[in-house]
């Protein structure tokens, strides 16, 4: 369904079946977003549904309202479906328990983010034609990251081969029972893989304890034209935004979206197919019997 919508996005007027016309939206942001928030409402729209955008800091949950009681009071308003940001880890597997219309978990804590994993799948299959046995590399900061979560799942189970590349101190506790590849040297990673995802360092995390410097986590693990020249390997990159540039990854690695090159950029590809993926999954859950 997502390839059906994204072949219409790229057209000079794309235009839609509105299947949600009668269904209401609440896109509950407790969290900042650019991408997931605005990429629900403009899926949302193609469909024909109506949105209530709602942030933490404009409601009033600033005066004290619980999530319980905004969820509650947001579906006696008559709402169909919620996108749920939060930073609490399982806030959306928590409201599943108050409401019975259907969640999206739009990124919750450390704990997971399934659509971007989803469009960072969509993105891959759309590339290479297929997931199984490819080899996906996940760069960075990993103990902190929902994306990674959900890509590890999601791409072991449609038959991908997934690593993790960071410093022993940014790698989740279980790492080693997850079933995947584990790197601490970026050289190694690198020829191992067919393609990357680099994960943004969470900055409002990852610091302190975790790491000596910014500058020395650049030097070894930012991902740029010199390493990758070193291991002369060509490298689709993804990434889910919002980036550190120069940090994580260099502008010319993250700004190059045409070979010839080391590598290869989908960022902003990725971004136009999030709006595809989340088309599907708001038709799938609310308009469950209709084709796009
Ligand atoms: N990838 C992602 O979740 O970006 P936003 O935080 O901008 O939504």
């Not at 509950?28 to 933490?56: D, K, M, P, V, Y």
């Not at 996940?138 to 959900?150: E, F, K, T, Y």
């Not at 540039?245 to 070979?259: G, L, M, T, W, Y």
Request: with cysteine.
């Amino acid at each position: 369904m997502a390839a059906g919508f994204k072949k219409q996005l790229v057209t000079e007027n794309p235009s839609f079946e509105a299947k949600l016309s009668r269904k209401r939206i609440a896109l509950c942001f407790f969290e900042n977003s650019t991408r997931t928030r605005f990429s629900f409402e403009i899926a949302a729209r193609h469909l024909g549904a109506g949105t209530l955008s709602f942030s933490a800091s404009t409601s009033s949950v600033s005066k004290g309202e619980t999530l319980n009681d905004t969820i509650r009071n947001l579906e006696a308003m008559k709402v169909d479906a919620f996108v749920l940001r939060h930073p609490s880890s399982g806030a959306a597997d928590l409201i599943t328990g108050i409401t019975t219309k259907s969640v999206i978990n739009a990124g919750d804590g450390s704990h997971e983010h399934p659509t971007q994993a989803l469009l960072d799948m969509f993105t891959l299959r759309e590339y290479f034609g297929k997931l199984e046995n490819l080899r996906v590399i996940i760069i960075g900061d990993v103990l902190h990251s929902r994306v990674a979560r959900s890509n590890i799942y999601g791409l072991l189970a449609l038959g991908a081969s997934v690593g993790i590349c960071s410093p022993v101190t940014l790698m989740p506790p279980d790492a080693a029972k997850l079933g995947i590849a584990l790197f601490t040297n970026l050289d190694d990673a690198i020829r191992w893989a067919d393609t990357a995802i680099v994960l943004r360092l969470q900055l409002e995390r990852a610091t302190g304890g975790y790491l000596p410097s910014l500058e020395e986590y650049s030097v070894h693990y930012g991902l740029t034209d010199e390493k990758l020249d070193r291991v002369r390997k060509h490298l689709l990159v993804l990434h889910p935004g919002p980036i550190n540039r120069e940090i994580e990854i260099s502008n010319h690695v993250a700004d190059r979206i045409q070979p010839p090159g080391f590598s290869q950029s989908m960022l902003l590809e990725q971004v136009t197919n999030g709006i595809a993926v989340r088309m599907a999954v708001l038709q799938t859950l609310l308009a469950p019997d209709t084709s796009c």
